[in-house]
């Protein structure tokens, strides 16, 4: 975490853990086209290799810090998390929501597709192969894969390490709505030049068309 301090990079919370793992998901099924930090589409292939690299049980051991801690206020369970802003780590907490509080084999897709404004599994979430710690005082948040499980852990021993232990690190990409901006108003301007030279019964597919080349 200090090393993406010093980038002035963000941490991956879990619940921003659960957003990257659906944006893959959604590019994998063509849902969308998921662009790299140039605005460029990512290939499919690529976005399969990613999120197999995240989530497949398989050798070597892979795991990844994430930026969710847990403690006790009183009687109840709180939640702390990290905020990088200007080169500084700022601590955030809140109570923690509603969740899945015992251990569980869940379904990894159902989690993703339902998971709490902080990440977390519902309590009624479907069962699977992805084992689920519950969070508990005193620990924090991470994922990891190996061969013989895939886990997300909220009970992890905070200077706990391993040869195979990161943390990613989430990067601003400011320039990417700038080329967006852009393309769209290239591909109006085609669109419009087009009108007067194609009949229009052929035009609403030469503009459907068109759009997949901007």
Do not use: H
């Amino acid at each position: 975490m200090d090393l993406n301090r010093s980038l002035n990079n963000q941490t991956l919370t879990p619940r921003r853990f659960v957003d990257f793992l659906n944006e893959l998901q959604s590019g994998i099924l063509g849902k969308k086209a998921v662009l790299d930090a140039s605005g460029n589409p990512i290939p499919i292939n690529l976005l399969q290799q990613t999120f197999d690299e995240i989530t497949e049980k398989r050798a070597p051991w892979r795991g990844e810090w994430l930026n969710q801690g847990y403690f006790k206020r009183g009687k109840d369970l709180y939640m702390l998390y990290y905020d990088t802003q200007n080169g500084e780590l700022q601590r955030k907490e809140n109570s923690l929501e509603d969740c899945l509080m015992e251990d569980k084999q869940i379904d990894i897709f159902n989690w993703l597709a339902r998971a709490n404004s902080q990440g977390l599994p519902p309590k009624n979430v479907n069962s699977g192969n992805l084992y689920y710690w519950y969070p508990r005082a005193d620990n924090v948040a991470g994922f990891r894969a190996d061969a013989g499980r895939v886990v997300l852990g909220c009970n992890w021993v905070p200077l706990g390490s391993n040869a195979g232990l990161g943390v990613r690190a989430a990067i601003s990409t400011g320039n990417i709505s700038t080329k967006i901006s852009q393309e769209e108003s290239n591909l109006e301007e085609a669109l419009e030049d087009i009108q007067g030279c194609i009949a229009p019964d052929l035009l609403p597919k030469v503009q459907e068309k068109l759009k997949k080349y901007f």
